[in-house]
T-cell receptor
């Protein structure tokens, strides 16, 4: 079945870049997402990428997709304390109703 | 900005009791969803709902679960006879359409209801 895997923790110094990695198994994934969850809050869609794209950039966020390896990454440039959160990698098929999530990566910012 | 709101934020219930989790989707949205996250586990899809009927449900969504849109604004998830393993964070989501033109419309999530079964 479909599966999304990501590392559980990442610590980064303030001002450095954070790179959160994710792998997925479903070769028919059409959309790949990054969601952010701050403490006590819901799931906020940060960005998404179509499977026919290699890269998407949005201000400090860069998403890279290696479709051959089924590998997705999220780079946050100039990481700030406000970026401290759990980041979920997720995928769906053809804008399907169902989104498949990973377990989330907790990003910890070191002073 | 319009939000999906969920109540209560935390629900504590005795095992075997019925529980209803409530969600108010964004007002012009047509598609509604429930997901859950058991502590330390992945966010899992439960059910999608459109045009007053279930459009898709997962294996988790067995006969103990039901959803309803009772009054055109609320979207509820009922668990008939709760089990310890139902303890989780339950997220409601909604979206207006799946696509607008070629642009994928995102699912907007609420802040979740933490359900604790004793």
């Amino acid at each position: 079945g479909e599966d999304v895997e990501q590392s559980l923790f990442l610590s980064v110094r303030e001002g450095d870049s954070s790179v959160i990695n994710c792998t997925y198994t479903d070769s028919s994934s059409t959309y790949l997402y990054w969601y952010k969850q701050e403490p006590g809050a819901g799931l906020q869609l940060l960005t998404y990428i179509f499977s026919n794209m290699d890269m998407k950039q949005d201000q400090r966020l860069t998403v890279l997709l290696n479709k051959k390896d089924k590998h997705l990454s999220l780079r946050i440039a100039d990481t700030q304390t406000g970026d401290s959160a759990i980041y979920f990698c997720a995928e769906s098929n053809s804008g399907d109703d169902k989104i498949i999530f990973g377990k989330g990566t907790r990003l910890h910012i070191l002073p | 900005e319009p939000e999906v709101t969920q109540t209560p934020s935390h629900q504590v219930t005795q095992m075997g009791q019925e529980v209803i989790l409530r969600c108010v989707p964004i007002s012009n949205h047509l598609y509604f969803y429930w997901y859950r996250q058991i502590l330390g586990q992945k966010v899992e899809f439960l059910v999608s709902f459109y045009n007053n009927e279930i459009s898709e449900k997962s294996e988790i969504f067995d006969d103990q679960f039901s959803v309803e849109r009772p009054d055109g604004s609320n979207f509820t998830l009922k668990i008939r006879s709760t089990k310890l393993e139902d303890s989780a964070m339950y997220f409601c989501a909604s979206r207006e359409e799946i696509y607008t033109g070629n642009v994928l419309q995102p699912q907007h999530f609420g802040d979740g209801t933490r359900l604790s079964i004793l």
